[in-house]
Structure formats: C-alpha cells, structure tokens
C-alpha cells in the first residue's frame, strides 16, 4: 500500500490549487482516503476525507472551499482548496486507513498509511 500526493507549489492568496494523491497496491473500493496538513512548526491536522462509498467529509478550516473527489481511474484522490490563504500554507498529505468511521476520520491514527508531502505556500 502506497500513496504519493503531488500538485504542490506556490500560489497568490484567492488563488487556487489542485492536490492529487495517487494510490498504489489498492484501489479506492478497500480503502478510506485521508488529507492532512502541517503548517511550518505545528501539528499536522486534518482537511478532509473520501471512504470508499464516497461519502466525503472537510475540516471547518476548508468547509465551502476544498473539493475531495476521485479520478474515474479509481486509483487517485484528488483535492483542490480555491480562494487559498496564507494560512493555507503547510505540507499536505494523504493517507489510507481501512477502519476509519465517523468518530475518528479526522484523526491521524486512523490511517495507517501515509504518502510524502506536497508543499503548498500561498503568499504575495
């Protein structure tokens, strides 16, 4: 089980940007999806999730900002934030989990993989 997210880079306030986290060794029908954060000297924390139904969930931080969809090739998850802000900037991974639930999909432990970063500033 493998994930690498991609899309990164820099981009002006109100822009926006499109993440995409390609999964290897499974596909989207055994795993939940989960994106997380870290900000420069903080605690990563979570944007958002896709479960293997489609039911899709985002961080009040992202609410009505973020999308969380998946490719039609059933092995990549996409997410994109539009009207971006500074504090948007952080490194943004994804990660597999195969018992998340309600209850704990915002939380790290509930995935137990996790793919390397993609760095996102967002600054003028």
């Known amino acids: 089980v493998q994930l690498q997210a991609s899309g990164g880079g820099s981009v002006q306030p109100g822009g926006s940007l499109r993440l995409s986290c390609a999964v290897f060794?499974?596909?989207?029908?055994?795993?939940?999806i989960g994106w997380f954060r870290q900000a420069p000297g903080m605690e990563r924390k979570f944007v958002g999730a896709i479960n293997r139904s489609g039911g899709i969930s985002y961080a009040d931080s992202v609410k009505g900002r973020a999308t969380i969809s998946r490719g039609n090739t059933r092995n990549t998850v996409f997410l994109q934030i539009n009207s971006l802000r500074p504090d948007d900037t952080a490194v943004y991974y994804c990660?597999?989990?195969?018992?998340?639930?309600?209850?704990?999909?915002?939380?790290?432990?509930?995935?137990?993989?996790w793919g390397q970063g993609t760095l996102v500033t967002v600054s003028s």
């Open positions: 060794g499974f596909t989207l029908d055994s795993y939940d």
């Open positions: 990660a597999a989990g195969s018992s998340v639930i309600v209850s704990n999909v915002a939380s790290q432990t509930a995935y137990a993989n």
